[in-house]
């Protein structure tokens, strides 16, 4: 994942085809699923590659929105925090994308979760008024 993060951040995701840029979603999401132990360079890869892609992700915005939810409910609070900080480098491509539904989804489903067992988990991405 570090190597694509350079090499994306490096020379951009412009000269990407079509079948490439599918194997390359679907290997971060892949990866993204099966790493065990909190990884800042999966999520910043996955960041990277995924502005990088700007609107060419849409058409795989939902499947990678499931993924984030379904780790967003996950009973470990690493897992969930790991879906909180992707959360927070997706959110800017999906208002491009003009995908305001998954947008409010993942929204509700972090304010929900505000009041958990572990609030720092969450609390970090909520400033209080001083």
Same mark, same amino acid.
């Given at each position: ?10 020379l ?11 194997r ?7 990866s ?9 360079v ?9 502005n990088? =892609?700007g &609107?060419?992700?849409?058409?795989? !915005? ?6 984030? $939810?379904? @780790? ?20 800017v ?12 989804? =993942?929204? &509700?489903?972090?304010?929900?979760? !505000? ?6 988990? $969450?609390? @970090?991405?909520?400033k209080?008024?001083?």
């Open positions: 994942m570090e190597t694509i993060q350079k090499v994306i951040a490096t951009g995701a412009s000269d990407i085809d079509e079948r490439l840029e599918i390359l979603v679907d290997g971060i999401i892949y993204f699923q099966e790493q065990t132990t909190e990884d800042q999966m999520l910043d890869g996955f960041g990277t590659v995924v990088a =892609l &609107v060419r992700v849409k058409p795989y !915005l939902m499947q990678i929105v499931s993924v984030v $939810l379904f @780790r967003l409910n996950n009973k470990s609070a690493k897992v969930r925090q790991q879906a909180a900080d992707l959360t927070t480098r997706l959110a491509v999906i208002k491009q994308c003009g995908e305001n539904q998954l947008l409010y989804k =993942l929204g &509700v489903v972090l304010f929900e979760q !505000l009041g958990e067992e572990y609030p720092d988990t $969450l609390g @970090r991405y909520v209080y008024p001083p």
